[in-house]
């Protein structure tokens, strides 16, 4: 399978040096699949592979809201108050379901690193084994283990952090291989396009869940609960087949131009090559014919030499900075604050539609039947088309004012619902959680995942993406084992849990609004370049001094966002 590149980087296929000008007017713009979607054949390659390996990855990190009230059912003795309520700790069903939230740190850091140091070539599909490794684990639960039934779920939370160690690597991996495949006109809608199968995932989750609950209807209407343990294996299972179709594209994937033109950096970051290694550093006027562009040759042909090497220190480096570590806390804390409430709500989404009073039936079956229609209508009115409103306007508003608009009106429906959680009806808490959907992926979740795969140059960006959604996760991981323990009435309650999430939701805007950069129309390699070539006296193309010339980086957007804003915003 060919894997297209439609992104600018600074050398050809034959290693010739050309502008951004010279390389649009022999790549102009391709026709898209169709208005609708905005892609061309590369891109649609492009999701196709990253994006399924996404759906699959929420599929499997979300499907445990639908499989815990199973969960209770068949080793707990159930929901109701005649089947023993809450025997299922409440500390360890926060465990099991944070299992694959801890997984993921490891997963992002560890694999975000490992691009950057080895290649994106060298880790991805790795990741995707683990998952697969994990699942087939997980699903393989023995239910005659000695002990008592604690030890069943100390053995799915272990398997949970396997499968979500490969899940994590996912994230830093396919960010950064769409970022730095597609076009700069066109990076923040396909990032958007890639996060967007997270809604899928979870929409698919439901759907797959009502098809095997009527697969087994006769059974569970008749109160064989037993016929329970081979639906949460199937639910979890089914994710293996395309799993095993999208892993040999992955395997097989090429190295990118752009990520081994911004590793060839290093050589300068790390004082490797500076300016006695050539003649940059010489004042303008001494030059004489092409001497200029000889002397930007033999760089380019020094830093080639640099381009395979391992870069362990490149993250150190270029976040040494103040400028640049600022851009990091930004998008590491603003992913930590949406998650807290993002992953604190659909983690525990059947927990939230029971204690609203929407998930009760006549039976057990029933009630995990219409606890499934809950979240389905959740995702198919709020949370999917959340997405689709991020894809249409993430290239006409920029990603800050989507951020903020999120953040903003997630903490106002979390504000209602907490301010008169006893008056307001089950209705009105169903239609408010489904707005919060809406504005959590048109807004904190979707951009949180996209600002960081544009916001730092290739050479670090694996880390620097993997390391701001790890602290997002830890964000996750807090939800995951306090929510459950804190929203018991005996505690703190749902409301005032509520009142964490809007707390959060504005210390989010207010984090986004000072730390974060607008990256619609930055191409952070060229800026990095750049930076590196200011070093040794070199030009740049970012600044119009060098090869790339003039305001080409910012001319790509629709309006004056571009490097002088990006600037700013970091140098504040």
Same mark, same amino acid.
């Given at each position: 399978?060919?894997?297209?590149?439609?992104?600018?980087?600074?050398?050809?296929?034959?290693?010739?040096?050309?502008?951004?000008?010279?390389?649009?007017?022999?790549?102009?713009?391709?026709?898209?699949?169709?208005?609708?979607?905005?892609?061309?054949?590369?891109?649609?390659? *492009?999701?196709?592979?990253?994006?399924?390996?996404?759906?699959?990855?929420?599929? /499997?990190?979300?499907?445990?809201?639908?499989?815990?009230?199973?969960?209770?059912?068949?080793?707990?003795?159930?929901?109701?108050?005649?089947?023993?309520?809450?025997?299922?700790?409440?500390?360890?069903?926060?465990?099991?379901?944070?299992?694959? =939230?801890?997984?993921?740190?490891?997963?992002?850091?560890?694999?975000?690193?490992?691009? /950057?140091? &080895?290649?994106?070539?060298?880790?991805?599909?790795?990741?995707?084994?683990?998952?697969?490794?994990?699942?087939?684990?997980?699903?393989? *639960?023995?239910?005659?283990?000695?002990?008592?039934?604690?030890?069943?779920?100390?053995?799915?939370?272990?398997?949970?952090?396997?499968?979500?160690?490969?899940?994590?690597?996912?994230?830093?991996?396919?960010?950064?291989?769409?970022?730095?495949?597609?076009?700069?006109?066109?990076?923040?809608?396909?990032?958007?396009?890639?996060?967007?199968?997270?809604?899928?995932?979870?929409?698919?989750?439901? +759907? +797959?869940?009502?098809?095997?609950?009527?697969?087994?209807?006769?059974?569970?209407?008749?109160?064989?609960?037993?016929?329970?343990?081979?639906?949460?294996?199937?639910?979890?299972?089914?994710?293996?087949?395309?799993?095993?179709?999208?892993?040999?594209?992955?395997? =097989?994937?090429?190295?990118?131009?752009?990520?081994?033109?911004?590793?060839?950096?290093?050589?300068?970051?790390? #004082?490797?090559?500076?300016?006695?290694?050539?003649?940059?550093?010489?004042?303008?006027?001494?030059?004489? #014919?092409?001497?200029?562009?000889?002397?930007?040759?033999?760089?380019?042909?020094?830093?080639?030499?640099?381009?395979?090497?391992?870069?362990?220190?490149?993250?150190?480096?270029?976040?040494?900075?103040?400028?640049?570590?600022?851009?990091?806390?930004?998008?590491?804390?603003?992913?930590?604050?949406?998650?807290?409430?993002?992953?604190?709500?659909?983690?525990?989404?059947?927990?939230? *539609?029971?204690?609203?009073?929407?998930?009760?039936?006549?039976?057990?079956?029933?009630?995990?039947?219409?606890?499934?229609?809950?979240?389905?209508?959740?995702?198919?009115?709020?949370?999917?088309? #959340?997405?689709?409103?991020?894809?249409?306007?993430?290239?006409?508003?920029?990603?800050?004012?989507?951020?903020?608009?999120?953040?903003?009106?997630?903490? *106002?429906?979390?504000?209602?619902?907490?301010? /008169?959680?006893?008056?307001?009806?089950?209705?009105?808490?169903?239609?408010?959680?489904?707005?919060?959907?809406?504005?959590?992926? @048109?807004?904190?979740?979707?951009?949180?995942?996209?600002?960081?795969?544009?916001?730092?140059?290739?050479?670090?960006?694996?880390?620097?993406?993997?390391?701001?959604?790890?602290?997002?996760?830890?964000?996750?991981?807090?939800?995951?084992?306090? &929510? =459950?323990?804190?929203?018991?009435?005996?505690?703190? #309650?749902?409301?005032?849990?509520?009142?964490?999430? &809007?707390?959060?939701?504005?210390?989010?805007?207010?984090?986004?609004?000072? @730390?974060?950069?607008?990256?619609?129309?930055?191409?952070?390699?060229?800026?990095?370049?750049?930076?590196?070539?200011?070093?040794?006296?070199?030009?740049?193309?970012?600044?119009?001094?060098?090869?790339?010339?003039?305001?080409?980086?910012?001319?790509?957007?629709?309006?004056?966002?571009?490097?002088?804003?990006?600037?700013?915003?970091?140098?504040?």
């Amino acid at each position: 399978m060919h894997w297209g590149e439609e992104s600018y980087s600074r050398k050809d296929e034959n290693g010739n040096i050309i502008s951004l000008e010279e390389y649009e007017a022999a790549h102009p713009p391709r026709q898209g699949l169709s208005r609708y979607t905005g892609m061309s054949r590369n891109d649609f390659k *492009l999701f196709a592979i990253c994006g399924v390996g996404f759906m699959l990855d929420a599929y /499997d990190l979300f499907i445990i809201n639908l499989v815990t009230p199973i969960w209770t059912y068949e080793y707990w003795g159930g929901l109701s108050p005649s089947h023993k309520v809450g025997t299922y700790p409440l500390l360890l069903r926060g465990a099991v379901n944070a299992g694959a =939230n801890i997984g993921n740190v490891i997963g992002q850091i560890g694999f975000g690193f490992f691009g /950057d140091v &080895f290649g994106r070539k060298f880790v991805y599909g790795k990741e995707l084994i683990i998952a697969m490794v994990g699942i087939i684990l997980l699903i393989s *639960l023995p239910n005659h283990m000695p002990g008592p039934t604690r030890n069943k779920f100390w053995y799915l939370f272990g398997f949970r952090v396997l499968m979500g160690i490969g899940i994590g690597g996912d994230y830093p991996m396919s960010a950064a291989i769409v970022a730095e495949r597609s076009s700069l006109k066109n990076r923040g809608r396909m990032l958007a396009w890639i996060f967007s199968n997270q809604g899928w995932g979870n929409l698919l989750g439901s +759907v +797959v869940t009502l098809i095997l609950l009527a697969c087994f209807s006769g059974p569970l209407s008749n109160g064989d609960y037993g016929k329970l343990d081979g639906v949460w294996r199937l639910q979890f299972g089914l994710a293996l087949v395309p799993c095993a179709i999208t892993l040999y594209f992955r395997l =097989n994937m090429p190295e990118s131009r752009k990520f081994q033109q911004s590793g060839e950096l290093n050589a300068i970051a790390d #004082g490797s090559v500076n300016s006695s290694a050539t003649t940059l550093n010489l004042p303008e006027a001494s030059y004489s #014919g092409n001497e200029k562009e000889a002397a930007q040759i033999a760089l380019e042909q020094k830093l080639a030499e640099h381009a395979n090497k391992p870069k362990w220190t490149a993250f150190a480096n270029y976040f040494s900075e103040w400028r640049h570590l600022k851009v990091l806390i930004g998008t590491a804390s603003t992913w930590f604050l949406v998650d807290v409430a993002f992953y604190g709500i659909n983690l525990n989404q059947s927990v939230l *539609l029971m204690d609203i009073g929407f998930a009760k039936g006549r039976n057990e079956y029933h009630t995990l039947l219409i606890n499934t229609y809950g979240n389905l209508i959740i995702a198919a009115a709020g949370y999917v088309p #959340g997405y689709f409103f991020t894809i249409a306007f993430i290239e006409i508003l920029g990603r800050k004012p989507i951020q903020i608009g999120g953040f903003l009106i997630t903490a *106002l429906m979390f504000g209602i619902i907490a301010g /008169d959680y006893t008056g307001l009806g089950t209705g009105g808490k169903f239609a408010c959680f489904t707005i919060a959907q809406f504005f959590f992926n @048109f807004g904190p979740n979707a951009t949180t995942f996209i600002v960081p795969g544009e916001a730092f140059p290739s050479r670090v960006r694996g880390l620097a993406h993997g390391l701001s959604a790890a602290i997002g996760k830890l964000g996750a991981i807090l939800s995951g084992l306090l &929510f =459950n323990y804190l929203s018991d009435k005996s505690r703190l #309650g749902v409301a005032k849990v509520l009142w964490i999430f &809007f707390a959060c939701e504005l210390a989010g805007a207010v984090m986004t609004f000072l @730390f974060v950069p607008e990256t619609r129309g930055v191409d952070a390699d060229a800026i990095d370049y750049d930076e590196q070539m200011a070093k040794i006296g070199g030009g740049g193309y970012a600044s119009g001094s060098g090869y790339a010339g003039g305001d080409a980086v910012r001319d790509y957007a629709t309006n004056d966002v571009g490097k002088e804003d990006y600037a700013a915003s970091s140098s504040a």
